[in-house]
């Protein structure tokens, strides 16, 4: 039976919960992964622990309490001009999955949030195929300026 619990600021000095996040989605991420400094950047902005609109941490678990998935949820206060929720990470261990967890996850995460969700999957990640059955669609194209 996998349980799904949600953190947030009130975690914010929690550093081995915020490491064990950090490290299960930097392993679990694989190919559609972030270099770790990425990740503890969100992880930083969805726990308040810099000058953020906040965020939560959603994760599954097992009877046991290990750790079987991981989704990050990012406020952005832009109503209106973005979408409210910035959708920045979502994994299953890699030996969990196919077994509904993402799904749970997803499920959880538009339970849990107000307004509108974005997100960026690459095109060739079947991820694409998770959002899509929850009704994420192509709305723009994504451009880009690239700077150091
Ligand atoms: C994407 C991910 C979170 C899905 O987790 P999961 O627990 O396996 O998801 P579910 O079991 O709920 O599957 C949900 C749906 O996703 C799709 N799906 C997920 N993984 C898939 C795969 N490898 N191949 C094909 N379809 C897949 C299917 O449509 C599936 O629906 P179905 O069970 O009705 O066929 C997981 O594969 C993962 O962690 N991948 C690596 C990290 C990643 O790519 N994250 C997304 C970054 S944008």
């Known amino acids: 039976m996998t349980k799904i619990i949600k953190y947030s600021k009130e975690e914010k ?4 919960l915020i490491e064990d996040l950090v490290n ?3 392993i679990n991420l694989e190919n559609f992964g972030d270099p770790i400094q ?3 950047n969100a992880m930083n902005y969805a726990f308040e622990r810099t000058n953020s609109n906040g965020g939560f941490a959603a994760v599954a678990y097992d009877d046991n ?3 079987l998935g ?6 952005t206060n832009m109503k209106g001009v973005f979408p409210e929720n910035l959708f920045a990470y979502l994994a299953v261990d890699k030996n969990h999955r196919h077994q509904g967890i993402g799904s749970q996850l997803m499920q959880y995460v ?5 307004g509108s969700i974005s997100l960026q999957v690459d095109p060739k990640n079947t991820a694409r195929q998770l959002y899509e059955k929850f ?5 723009y194209l994504e451009m880009r300026l690239y700077r150091m």
């Open 13 to 16: 000095n929690n550093i081995k």
């Open 24 to 26: 299960f989605l930097f």
């Open 38 to 40: 990425y990740i503890e």
């Open 65 to 67: 309490d290990v750790m």
């Open 70 to 75: 991981v989704a990050v949820v990012l406020y």
């Open 110 to 114: 538009l339970d849990n949030t107000n």
């Open 135 to 139: 009704g994420f669609d192509v709305k």
